[in-house]
């Protein structure tokens, strides 16, 4: 058995989220916020088994896109004070970041 962590972004996450129930998939969903932009996005954990980790991968990759965000850089409050405006700068988040794991057990009570 392997546990997958998933984290994609919010608008990709309810179709996920219904192709997972289609396939009976058991997933935990988690709304997280991403270190760098401090945005919101989804966590899955999916405990399955071996043989269907690929099929799982499939269809997060097939289900998330890649998209351009824009972030505020904090204000520039340098000594000089000559320019202390901060422009958006543009950041790629991609489709999905996923970790696979090995479980040692599983167990429900
Ligand atoms: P965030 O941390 O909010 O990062 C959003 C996007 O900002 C990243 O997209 C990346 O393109 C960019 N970025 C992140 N850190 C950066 C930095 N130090 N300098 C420049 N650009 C940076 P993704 O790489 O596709 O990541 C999307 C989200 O997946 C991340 O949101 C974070 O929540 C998670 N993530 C990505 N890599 C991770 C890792 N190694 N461990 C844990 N979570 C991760």
């Given at each position: 058995?392997?546990?997958?962590?998933?984290?994609?972004?919010?608008?990709?996450?309810?179709?996920?989220?219904?192709?997972?129930?289609?396939?009976?998939?058991?997933?935990?969903?988690?709304?997280?916020?991403?270190?760098?932009?401090?945005?919101?996005?989804?966590?899955?954990m999916?405990?399955?088994?071996?043989?269907?980790?690929?099929?799982?991968?499939?269809?997060?990759?097939?289900?998330?896109?890649?998209r351009?965000?824009?972030?505020?850089?904090?204000?520039?409050?340098?000594?000089?004070?000559?320019?202390?405006?901060?422009?958006?700068?543009?950041?790629?988040v991609?489709?999905?970041?996923?970790?696979?794991?090995?479980?040692?057990?599983?167990?429900?009570?």
């Amino acid at each position: 058995m392997k546990l997958i962590i998933a984290i994609v972004q919010d608008k990709d996450a309810s179709q996920l989220s219904e192709q997972f129930i289609d396939a009976n998939i058991r997933a935990t969903k988690l709304s997280t916020t991403g270190g760098f932009l401090k945005a919101g996005n989804t966590t899955y954990m999916i405990g399955i088994d071996e043989k269907r980790v690929d099929e799982v991968l499939t269809m997060v990759k097939e289900s998330s896109h890649s998209r351009e965000e824009f972030m505020t850089p904090p204000v520039n409050l340098d000594a000089s004070m000559e320019d202390t405006t901060a422009y958006p700068v543009k950041v790629q988040v991609g489709g999905a970041t996923v970790f696979v794991l090995p479980i040692e057990k599983f167990k429900q009570f």
